[in-house]
C-alpha cells in the first residue's frame, strides 16, 4: 500500500479536506488536519450548501455517514421562489417536492456549512484535527516536507495534500497559475433570528430560497437552519469595485442607497434585506480557475477543492467538486492500482482538471446567463424542465 508508514498532513478543514481525512482514515491512514481556526467553536460562514447526489452525497455515502447527514439536513430549504425584480413569483416549487428523496438526481438536499463541518469533525480519530494552525510556508526535506505554522509550530509530514480554498498559501508550490475575475461581484449579507428582524423577507421566503432577476442583476436569498437569512446581490462590475466605490460596508444606510441607485427599478421589498443584515457586509469579487489549466505532477504534493479550481458559486457545484475530489483521491491514494505515489497524483489530477473544467464551464454559462437582459426567461425555461 503507497500509504504504509506515511503521515499525510491535510491543511483546511472545509468541505473537501474534512471529507479526505475521513474517507483515508477509513481506510487505516496516518492523517493530520491542520485548520487555521482557532477550534472547533468557531462560527463557520457562508450560504447553506445544497449536495449533488453524484458527488457531494456519493462522497457522505462512501464515508458511512449518510445517517448522520439524514438526520441534519435542512428539509424543505431546497424550495424556491424565482421572482422578477418587483418580486413577483413566476416559478414556485414549494407545494410540487416531496420533504426527500434520496437517490433522485434532481434531489439536492440542503445542510448548512457548520452542521456538515459537525458531521465530518465526528466521525475522525480523536486528536485528528490541529485547530489554530495557520499554515505559512513549506520546506523540502528529505522525500517530505517541512510545514511551518503562525503559531511557530513545524510538524513534518511524507504527503502534503493542500485543501485551505480559494486562496490557498500551498498551491503556488505546484503551480504558479491563478484564477481570473469573472466580471461578477456578489454582495453578501446575513440577518440574524430573521423571523424578528426582518419579517417580511423571512415570511415571503417560507423556509426555502429566493432567486430574484431583473436588470441583468440577481438577488439570491436563502433560509439557514439556525434562523438566519443569508443573501447576495450580485452584479457585473470592476473587478476593485469594493475599494474604488469608497463604501463603508458597516454601514447599513451607505449600502442600502448603493443599492437603490444601482438596482433602480428594483421593490422596496429588497430595503429589508439591507435594513436587517448585520454589518459588515462582505463583497466579494467572484474567481475562476483557468479551465485549461495544467501542471506537472508531484510526487508528495497535490491539492483539491477551491485549491485547485475555484470556479463561480452559480452551478452550486464548488463543495459539491471539492467532496468529489476528496473521495477520488482517496480512491487513487488507497487501491493498489499505482506502483508510486507520483503515478496515483497524477491520474487523480487529470481526471480532476476534467471534472473541475465541466463544472466550472457550467457556473460560468450559469453566471452569463443570469446577469444577462433574459435572465428571468432563462432560468424559467431550465427550472420548469428540471424541477
Ligand atoms: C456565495 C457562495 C455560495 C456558494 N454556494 C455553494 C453551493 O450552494 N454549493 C456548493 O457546492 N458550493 C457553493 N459554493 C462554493 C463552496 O463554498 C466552495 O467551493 C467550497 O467551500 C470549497 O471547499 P474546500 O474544502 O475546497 O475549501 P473551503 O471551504 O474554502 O475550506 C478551506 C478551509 O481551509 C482553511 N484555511 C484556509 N487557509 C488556511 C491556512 N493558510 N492554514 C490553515 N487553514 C487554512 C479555512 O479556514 C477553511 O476551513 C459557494 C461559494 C460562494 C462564495
Redesign the pocket.
Known sequence: MLLQNKQIAI????????TLARLLQLKGAHVKL????FDKYARVQ??????HDES?LAAIRKANLLNEFKQNFLPRADRKLITNERAEIFFSDHDAKPDENFGSEYFRPEID?GTLRKILLESLQPGTVQWD????SLEAENEGWLLH?KNDSTVYADIVIA???????IRPYITDIKAFYSGIT?L?GNIYDAEKAAPGVYHFLNGGKIMAFGNSKDIFVGQKGNGDIGF?ASSRTDENWATDSGLDFTDYKQVLDWFKITYSGWSPIWYELFESATTPFIA?P?YCAPLDQTWEPLSNLTM????AH??P?FA???????MLDALELSKHLTSGKYNTLKEAIAFFETDMRKRAAIAAAESLENGERMHSEGALKMMLDFFNGHS
Not at 491543511?11 to 474534512?18: I, Y
Not at 457562508?46 to 449536495?51: E, K
Not at 494552525?133 to 505559512?136: D, T
Not at 485543501?163 to 498559501?169: E, L, V
Open positions: 491543511v483546511g478543514a472545509g468541505p473537501g479536506g474534512l491542520y485548520e487555521r481556526d457562508g450560504s447553506p450548501l445544497d449536495l457531494g456549512r494552525s495557520h499554515f505559512i505554522f485543501a485551505d480554498g480559494a486562496n490557498s498559501k456578489m453578501e447576495g466579494r467572484i483539491l477543492g477551491d485549491a475555484v470556479m458559486p452550486g457545484e464548488g463543495a459539491n467538486v471539492a
